[in-house]
Nanobody, 126 residues
Framework: QGQLVESGGGFVQPGGSLRLSCAAS????????VAWFRQAPGKEREGVSC????????VYVDSVKGRFTISTDNAKNMIYLQMNNLKPEDTAVYYC???????????????????WGQGTQVTVSS
């Protein structure tokens, strides 16, 4: 059964950077759609960035465009999220997710995704 495990969260000051990693096991995600979601206290889980299974192009929510970069290393079954110029509003638990190949766009509600990591806390504060 597929499993995702995140790492790399932590505490950082505004303007700082973090790199989140997500290790996939139990399935070959070469053609899966993969995504990073986040959930702040009292808020719904929102998609931050994703790569679709069709064109493999990255997609970003407007609030992180130009600051976050999603990438994958298929040889290592890894998904990454490089986060630069972090802001206090980026504070949340970040989750990686994957869904089996689909023609749908990747920036879709969380319920569409089959596989989830346990989450990693990112706190941005001075």
């Amino acid at each position: 059964q597929g499993q995702l495990v995140e790492s790399g969260g932590g505490f950082v000051q505004p303007g700082g950077s973090l790199r989140l990693s997500c290790a996939a096991s139990g399935f070959t995600f070469d053609y899966y759609a993969v995504a990073w979601f986040r959930q702040a206290p009292g808020k719904e889980r929102e998609g931050v960035s994703c790569i679709s299974s069709s064109d493999r192009k990255p997609v970003y929510v407007d609030s992180v465009k130009g600051r976050f970069t999603i990438s994958t290393d298929n040889a290592k079954n890894m998904i990454y999220l490089q986060m630069n110029n972090l802001k206090p509003e980026d504070t949340a638990v970040y989750y990686c997710a994957a869904v089996s190949p689909t023609p749908m766009p990747c920036m879709v509600p969380a319920k569409v995704y089959d596989y989830w990591g346990q989450g990693t806390q990112v706190t941005v504060s001075s």
